[in-house]
C-alpha cells in the first residue's frame, strides 16, 4: 500500500457542504474498494453524528489525536460501511486555539501524525467553518484541498479568502500544498442564481472546477438523522449518484497527477 493522500475538506462558511461531502465522498471511495478514514475536526461533530459514533463511544478523538501521544491508528475507529473508519470529534476541540496557544510548531501537530501513514489510500478532513488553527493544522496536514462551494450570491467572495491562505501555506509550511477542486453543492438547475455561480466559477476557476454538480437532493439531508451515508440510506436517490460520480472524478485527477 502506497502513502495515504491526505485532503482538507474545507470552506470558512458554514452549511456549504464540507460534512456532507466529507461523509458520501469517502463512502463512495470505499465502495470502490479504497480504504478511507474521516478525520472529523470540526468541534461540533457532525460528520461522527452522521456516521453514527455517539458522543459516548469517542474515547480517542480528533484532540487526542491533535494534542496527544496517541497515532492515527490508535484514534480511528471502523463505522458501520465497510472500509471507512473515523477519528471522531470530541467538543473539547472548540478549545484547541488556548490549549495550543504556548506550543511552537502548533500548526504541524496534525502534520506529524498524518504525513506519510500507510494507514489507508485517503484521509478526508472534514473542517470546521474557519479559518482558525484547527482548519490551518489540516492546510498543513494535507497533500491538496477540496472546497466544497455552495451556489449562491457570496460564494466567491469567501473563496478568494481561502484562497489567500492556502498561498499563505504554502509559503511557509507546506509548499506542496494543491487545489484538489472546487465542487459546487447544493445545485439548483431551475434557480437562475445557481447556474450564474456555477458559470462565474467556472469561468474565474476553470479546471479547478469539478465537472460533477451535487444538486440539492432531500435525502442528502435526511441521512444524517439516520446515521449513515446517502449511498447506503438511499443507494439510488440523486445524492448517491452525485457523490458517486464525484468520486470517479476524483480517482481520475488522481492518476492524471501520477
Ligand atoms: P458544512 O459542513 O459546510 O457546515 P453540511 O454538509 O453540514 O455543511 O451541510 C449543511 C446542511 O445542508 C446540512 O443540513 C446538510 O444535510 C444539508 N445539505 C448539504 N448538502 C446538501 C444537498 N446537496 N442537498 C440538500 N441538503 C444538503
Ligand atoms: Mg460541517
Redesign the pocket.
Known sequence: MSEARVIAVA?Q???????????NLAAALAELGHSVVIVDL?PQG?ASTGLGIPVEKRDLSSFDLLVGEQTLQECAQATEVKNLSLVPSTSDLASADIELAGRSARAQLLRQKLHGTHDADFILI?CP?ALGLLTLNAMVAAHSILV?LQAEFYALEGLSQLLMTVREVRQTANPELRIEGVVL???DNRNNLSQQVEADARGTLSDLVFKTV?????R?????SHAMPVLHYDTQSK?SG?YRSLAREFLSRQLATV
Open positions: 470552506n462558511k458554514g452549511g456549504v457542504g464540507k460534512t456532507t461531502t466529507a461523509i470540526d457532525n472534514d467553518p466544497p453543492t447544493m445545485a451535487i444538486p440539492r437532493n432531500v442528502l439531508s435526511e441521512a444524517p445524492g452525485a
